[in-house]
């Protein structure tokens, strides 16, 4: 069973830049696990931000972008907003299977 | 607008059976896979498994392989979740997303709470 390693906390302040990554224990990650981002808010039901490594959906604020970054999937947010307080999921993709990452739970502090 | 609403959650004690279904509606139910994942509290998420847009194809996490069936009626434009033989580590809410293999994740339902204990 592949196993998906995420950042447990990371903080960032105001206005600042952030990346979360998510690598996967198989080596290195690639477009072929097809990354997907997710943002949980406390209490809230999560959605998804980004999908394909790095494509967004419509809802998906512009200041959030994917991509692949040394071997492993990231999630960079530039110019941090408070309402960005959550947790983010990463979920990859092996064979027919798909495996999350334990979250990373970011603070705007 | 897209929606999904599962129901069917509840208490069930431990060898028992529950079935979840995901009402679908503001796309062509037909047209695309659907996927359970389930959050244990407090926890992180997990994949549960998906189904195909025909309903050919089931694909199932190794946790509930062989005690948990994916179904769809694409008629009734509902997805549903056969959950037998629940142990205590099922306890989660379970939510219903639009998309899978070949289309993506992007809507997600409400979810609904099961509970497993004596």
């Known amino acids: 069973q592949p196993v998906v390693t995420q950042e447990p906390s990371l903080t960032v302040s105001p206005g600042g830049t952030v990346t979360l990554t998510c690598g996967s224990n198989t080596g290195a990650v690639t477009g072929g696990h097809f990354p997907y981002w997710f943002q949980q808010k406390p209490g809230q039901v999560p959605r998804t931000v980004i999908h394909d490594v790095d494509r967004k959906l419509s809802w998906t604020p512009a200041r959030f972008s994917g991509s692949l970054l040394g071997g492993k999937a990231a999630l960079t947010l530039s110019g941090a907003q408070p309402e960005d307080e959550a947790d983010y999921f990463c979920?990859?993709?092996?064979?027919?299977?798909?495996?999350f990452g334990g979250g990373t739970r970011l603070t705007v502090l | 607008e897209v929606q999904l609403l599962e129901s069917g959650g509840g208490l069930q004690q431990p060898g028992g059976s529950l079935r979840l279904s995901c009402a679908a509606s503001?796309?062509?139910?037909?047209?695309?896979?659907m996927t359970w994942v389930r959050q244990a509290p407090g926890k992180g998420l997990e994949w549960v498994g998906g189904i195909s847009n025909s309903g050919d194809r089931e694909y199932y996490a190794d946790s509930v392989k062989g005690r948990f069936t994916i179904s769809r009626d694409n008629f009734k434009n509902t997805l549903y979740l056969q959950m037998n033989d629940v142990r205590v580590e099922d306890t989660a809410v379970y939510y219903c997303?639009?998309?899978?293999?070949?289309?993506?994740?992007?809507?997600w339902g409400q979810g609904t709470l099961v509970t497993v204990s004596s």
């Open positions: 979920l990859l993709l092996y064979g027919d299977s798909w495996v």
């Open positions: 997303l639009k998309g899978g293999l070949l289309s993506q994740f992007d809507y």
């Open positions: 503001g796309f062509t139910f037909s047209l695309y896979a």
